[in-house]
């Protein structure tokens, strides 16, 4: 699996999330302490992101970021 299907996979998880557990991600930002432009940035593939902001996200998401090498 290529970085961006990964990262696809990782944005609509998210969107998904927010759209079930919130009524806007700016309360899911507040509510998981999380930084409304990162997660923007996130959601709209504006940049490539830290390993540490990937797993914040996850644990924003209550999963567990998974990384392998195949």
């Known amino acids: ?3 961006q299907d990964v990262f696809l996979k990782m ?3 998210l969107k998904l999330y927010i759209s079930k ?3 806007s991600t700016e ?6 302490d999380v930084n409304k432009a990162t997660v923007s940035n996130f959601l709209n593939g504006k ?3 830290q390993l ?7 644990q924003a998401m209550e999963k567990n970021l998974k990384i392998g090498l195949e």
Do not use: G, H, P, V
């Open 11 to 13: 944005r609509e998880s």
């Open 52 to 58: 540490s902001t990937l797993i914040k996200i996850a």
């Open 47 to 49: 940049k490539d992101f």
């Open 1 to 3: 699996m290529e970085n």
């Open 21 to 23: 557990n919130y009524s």
């Open 27 to 32: 309360e899911f930002c507040w509510d998981k």
